[in-house]
């Protein structure tokens, strides 16, 4: 009876929720947060619709762009797109937000680029060899590559962007320090002036080798570039902070320029004429930041590009409108609920396995979502190729088994129904953003929650920044994210490695990680990946939630547009050309 009520609760707020508001999707192709909004206009809480994927498999085109809204109709020169705020740190590997990503995507473009395989293809580089011992990575750079002040960039800027990184003062996630080149920690450490393993070979022809093979090197070496007539004329051994007041004003390599940034309204872009691979195509792109509702940014064609949960609701509305042209995508991203492993009581791990088993994510990430989602329990999304099931436990809803994973733990049910251990409660103080799908996750969680014993204390904040703040700040048992975009399987797990998140520490896991960049053959390294799975799925240093499917419709008008879920709208943004 109990189950019952909950269920019936439970369907009837979701519907409350969903029919109450006008749901928006988020453009951004590099997501931080976990809001994945989605629209459903259902009808009965008696009959729920069962959980189905959306039948649109393949691009449709759009049917009848005479219903385009004049706003878009008047744009000739102009492509806009909606992104939640970023912070304005628009220097390559010091962004301080995922969005800053998305905005560096359209001011930069890396040596080596990412096709929607998750295969490398020349970028800023015409080409690149790999010595037979695989230590040895040569870049030849294109002829004529210019910054956009019209600068040279030669292999000269490269040296300096490698070098750059490996700076002691330097305190960002670095993947290029983590490949090992030859000579670099004796930089780091100061011991040279200079690091031994890269070698300028001339203008155009840069060669770097390593201490060990990597796989993921030729497209972490291969990344974006920073000009070392900008960025290094003020650099000085051991001090970095001096790039802060470079990032409103960067000197670029992209498609577009940055013209200006008005916090909380948007990035505005303008042509790069210097583009090695020619002007684009339409001369401004703006990314449109101020805090909306993008189906009512979309329908009245004040942005061209949106996504959306690939729900049946949603495919149905979108089609309606006549004027986009809709494209399936399954995310390269995965969501997770990150635990603050340095608090006491999420140190054991059955209580981590508890707090899974206990909360019914079926019902939050896909039933809720009308089959727009999949369940996660590993790090690495479906349509990468080390994404496996096998000997993974799915961890169902089960309070009866997360009541005996806690009773294990010595968590006794309290006079008031909270477990108590030690004088203390058990409490999950949970941080999320302000969003229709936060709102689903609260009410199922404070019930499966309260029927195990566990208080649940909900918080939610109305932007992403002041939420990671708070983090960051570690005032938080539990708070809900996505990755950004990741094209190999390292990016997804690169985070449980040496100690990177706090409070969980497993050499086991270190070493199948450097094992798995010691090879390049993917049938090795998908082994490889798959025993990393096992343990993280075992351990749970997070709690592993969902794989999102969207739906990413796009003014109809808009010819040149290649989705690619592994690198973003930058990709293709510079052959976008308004028709």
């Known amino acids: 009876m109990k189950k019952q009520r909950y269920i019936a609760f439970v369907l009837l707020l979701i519907l409350s929720l969903l029919m109450a508001a006008c749901s928006s999707g988020s453009s951004a192709n590099e997501p931080a947060d976990s809001s994945d909004p989605g629209s459903s206009n259902e009808t009965s809480a008696e009959t729920p619709s069962e959980p189905q994927a959306a039948a649109l498999t393949e691009r449709l085109a759009a049917s009848d762009l005479s219903k385009l809204p004049d706003r878009a109709k008047q744009r000739d020169d102009t492509i806009i797109v909606s992104l939640v705020n970023p912070s304005g740190a628009f220097t390559p590997y010091f962004t301080q937000v995922g969005y800053d990503g998305n905005v560096n995507s359209v001011l930069y473009t890396p040596l080596v680029k990412v096709d929607p395989n998750g295969l490398p293809v020349p970028g800023l580089a015409e080409r690149w060899e790999i010595s037979e011992d695989g230590l040895t990575y040569t870049y030849y750079l294109r002829e004529g590559l210019k910054y956009s002040d019209g600068s040279p960039m030669t292999a000269e800027d490269v040296a300096f962007t490698w070098t750059l990184l490996h700076d002691p003062s330097y305190d960002g996630i670095n993947t290029v320090v983590e490949s090992r080149i030859v000579g670099g920690q004796d930089y780091k450490d100061g011991k040279a002036d200079a690091i031994e393993g890269i070698q300028v070979i001339d203008e155009r022809t840069i060669s770097v080798t390593l201490e060990e093979t990597n796989a993921t090197a030729l497209t972490v070496l291969g990344g974006q570039i920073l000009s070392k007539a900008y960025y290094g004329?003020?650099?000085?051994?051991?001090?970095?902070?001096?790039?802060?007041?470079l990032h409103a004003n960067p000197i670029t390599n992209?498609?577009?320029?940055?013209?200006?940034?008005?916090?909380g309204q948007e990035v505005r872009f303008v042509a790069n004429e210097h583009y090695v691979f020619g002007k684009p195509k339409t001369e401004y792109f703006i990314y449109k930041t101020s805090e909306g509702d993008t189906w009512q940014f979309v329908e009245t064609g004040e942005v061209d590009y949106g996504s959306f949960t690939a729900t049946e609701d949603n495919l149905e509305r979108l089609t309606g409108l006549g004027f986009l042209d809709l494209i399936p995508?399954?995310?390269?991203?995965?969501?997770?609920?990150?635990?603050?492993?340095?608090?006491?009581?999420?140190?054991?791990?059955?209580v981590r396995q508890a707090l899974t088993y206990g909360l019914d994510r079926q019902l939050i990430y896909v039933e809720a979502r009308q089959g727009a989602g999949q369940l996660a329990n590993i790090p690495s999304s479906p349509i990468l190729w080390s994404y496996t099931e096998e000997d993974i436990n799915p961890y169902p809803y089960d309070p009866e088994k997360a009541k005996e994973l806690l009773d294990e733990a010595g968590w006794v049910v309290g006079a008031d129904g909270i477990r108590e251990k030690d004088g203390q409660k058990l409490r999950i103080n949970y941080l999320g953003s302000k969003s229709e799908s936060t709102d689903i996750f609260i009410a199922v969680a404070s019930e499966n929650y309260a029927e195990i014993g566990v208080d649940f204390v909900p918080e939610q904040f109305p932007d992403f920044n002041?939420?990671?703040?708070?983090?960051r700040n570690g005032d938080y048992d539990m708070a809900s994210f996505s990755t950004t975009i990741i094209s190999d399987p390292s990016q997804g797990v690169f985070r449980f490695t040496k100690g990177q998140t706090p409070g969980y520490d497993n050499p086991?896991?270190?070493?199948?990680?450097?094992?798995?960049?010691?090879?390049?053959?993917?049938?090795?390294?998908?082994?490889?990946?798959?025993?990393?799975?096992?343990?993280?799925?075992?351990?749970?240093?997070?709690?592993?939630?969902?794989?999102?499917?969207?739906?990413?419709?796009?003014?109809?008008?808009?010819?040149?547009?290649?989705?690619?879920p592994l690198s973003g709208i930058g990709f293709s943004l510079a052959d976008w050309e308004l028709k």
């Open 254 to 263: 992209g498609p577009y320029k940055l013209e200006r940034f008005i916090p």
């Open 233 to 245: 004329k003020d650099y000085t051994f051991g001090n970095l902070d001096y790039i802060k007041d």
């Open 508 to 564: 086991v896991i270190d070493d199948l990680y450097a094992k798995s960049l010691a090879t390049s053959d993917i049938e090795e390294r998908k082994a490889i990946y798959h025993e990393m799975f096992k343990i993280l799925n075992d351990e749970l240093p997070v709690m592993f939630t969902s794989y999102s499917k969207q739906i990413v419709a796009i003014n109809g008008r808009i010819g040149g547009f290649e989705l690619n």
């Open 466 to 471: 002041t939420l990671s703040a708070k983090v």
């Open 329 to 350: 995508s399954t995310a390269s991203n995965y969501g997770y609920n990150q635990l603050n492993l340095e608090r006491d009581h999420l140190q054991d791990k059955r």
